[in-house]
């Protein structure tokens, strides 16, 4: 036989069980958000990226040529690896392009200085400008597709 004290035993919500409900619930509420927020942030970074490029149709050909030999990958996962490399050069993803610039330089002479190069058609090239490459090649395909 049920009490009314052990009704309010099984049905009853701890403070602490309410805020830690409430809490999962915000936080389910935002994901979808800051979802948005990275892929509107990706975007913006892709775009700061590829605007280095003074001549993109002849970087996604070589950035092809790379492909063609590594199999294909995603736009947002160049973007973020070139993105992490200029992180340890100083630059942010919003940064104004005289330091993107700066920091891709730095970056290139890098890549030369430590060996961190990458053959292409015969050619010794930089990892970061190869990538950079990749990028201009992934991004002119998503365009032409969609």
Known sequence: MTTPETTKKHHAI???????????????AAVPASFRLFEHEAESTIDELLAMLSDREGAAMIGRRWLETTGQEKQKTVAAKITKRL?????????????????LGSRIRHDFEHGDM?????????????????????????????
Do not use: K, M, Y
């Open 14 to 28: 701890s403070r602490r069980n309410l805020l830690i409900l409430g809490g999962v619930a915000v936080a389910t």
């Open 87 to 103: 992180r340890t050069h100083g630059w942010q993803p919003g940064n104004t392009p005289e330091a993107l610039h700066e920091a």
């Open 118 to 146: 990458v053959e292409v058609s015969g050619w010794q090239l930089s990892r970061t400008s190869v990538e950079l490459c990749v990028l201009a090649a992934l991004h002119q395909d998503a365009v032409a597709i969609g």
